[in-house]
């Protein structure tokens, strides 16, 4: 990680007379090729959630992150060409009051860093691929990394969000949700992902009414509670995850209200296992259409198409899905 640079800062005066200082600052993160910002961004739909927002034209990744006292920076995320060999540099500028104090840079590169699982070592993971011939194509655009939220918080509600439901409508209510987050001065239209204390004080009647989550709002009114109160920690299970085993994480996932097999075993992905597929209704239409000649197979037959690439079978499972260009995974459902 190089230093934070800066500007100025923009200083305007709002309707309370409280002075507010935009400025911005810029971290560069250092990541071992082969990466592709593009092909971690869409390698699966998070992308199109809120608080996340690919610009296309200018391939960057931006999204709101509020800090602990409550300012909400606008993050954004860009590839570029990196002094050290054999890497890419990922250029994060944060922008927001304060943008420049102690600490705020290096806390949002922290952040962009765990989104893009930039810190993760993949190599086993792409040596496989170079023996594979199915699996060229992975170091050739990047790919390999799933995209996830900077936090277990986040990715747990949005998996919430996305059961039984087409992606489409998924999105929607994910969309709703983040409404309730604050917003980021540095562009108001850009809201960060709300705390389950905000989740719980918009209250169950704003889930189904408002989200629309229907059966899901009990479920995600209790995580919010349960997270808000100190009854669960998803942040201490986000920080022990890569230490457990499978059956940890498993067994701890499927604890969480709201989360079954399938989405466990989907968070374990974004959680860096990648010993299990999740099987969903797209893993079943994508198995049928490409392994089993239009027959719906069973789970445990997609389970075996997949074992014998070990810990790295989801990994194996997303790639086959993947292709680069926007919204693959719809068309691939």
């Known amino acids: 990680m190089s230093g934070a640079t800066g500007k100025s800062p923009q200083c305007n005066r709002g309707a309370l007379a409280k002075s507010i200082c935009v400025q911005t600052a810029t971290v560069r993160l250092q990541v071992r090729k082969p990466f592709g910002l593009f092909a ?73 860093a765990v989104v893009l699982r930039l810190d993760e070592d993949l190599r086993p993971f792409y040596a496989l691929c170079r ?29 919430v969000l996305s059961t039984n439901v087409n992606w489409r409508q998924a999105v929607v ?76 994480l498993f067994k701890a996932l499927l604890g969480l209200r709201g989360i079954g097999k399938s989405s466990a075993h989907f968070l374990m992905n974004l959680l860096g296992h990648y010993d299990h597929v999740p099987v969903d209704s797209a893993t079943y239409a994508y198995a049928k259409r490409v392994f089993f000649r239009g027959k719906r197979p069973t789970e ?18 997303w790639f086959g899905r993947f292709e680069p260009r926007l919204e693959w995974w719809e068309a691939s459902a």
Request: glycine content about 8%; aromatic content about 8%.
């Open 40 to 112: 971690t961004v869409v390698s699966h739909g998070w992308y199109q959630t809120l608080p996340f927002r690919w610009i296309t034209r200018e391939r960057a990744l931006e999204r709101a992150e509020r800090l602990h006292d409550g300012r909400v920076m606008l993050v954004r995320m860009e590839e570029a060409k990196s002094a050290k060999r054999g890497y890419v540099d990922i250029v994060v500028r944060v922008t927001g009051e304060g943008a420049r104090d102690p600490g705020v840079a290096a806390e949002m590169a922290r952040r962009a």
């Open 131 to 159: 023996e594979v011939g199915d699996l060229h194509g992975v170091p050739t655009v990047g790919a390999g990394r799933c995209m996830r939220a900077p936090t277990l918080w986040e990715d747990v509600i949005k998996t």
């Open 173 to 248: 209510m994910s969309n709703r949700l983040a409404q309730l987050g604050d917003s980021a001065p540095a562009d108001p239209t850009l809201r960060a992902w709300p705390t389950p204390g905000q989740v719980v004080r918009a209250g169950e009647s704003f889930l189904r009414d408002v989200v629309r989550a229907g059966y899901r709002s009990p479920y995600i009114m209790n995580l919010a509670i349960a997270q808000k109160t100190g009854a669960i920690d998803l942040d201490a299970l986000d920080a022990a995850s890569i230490r457990m085993t499978e059956q940890e």
């Open 300 to 317: 445990k037959q997609i389970r075996r198409r997949f074992a014998h690439y070990g810990k790295w079978q989801s990994l194996v499972y």
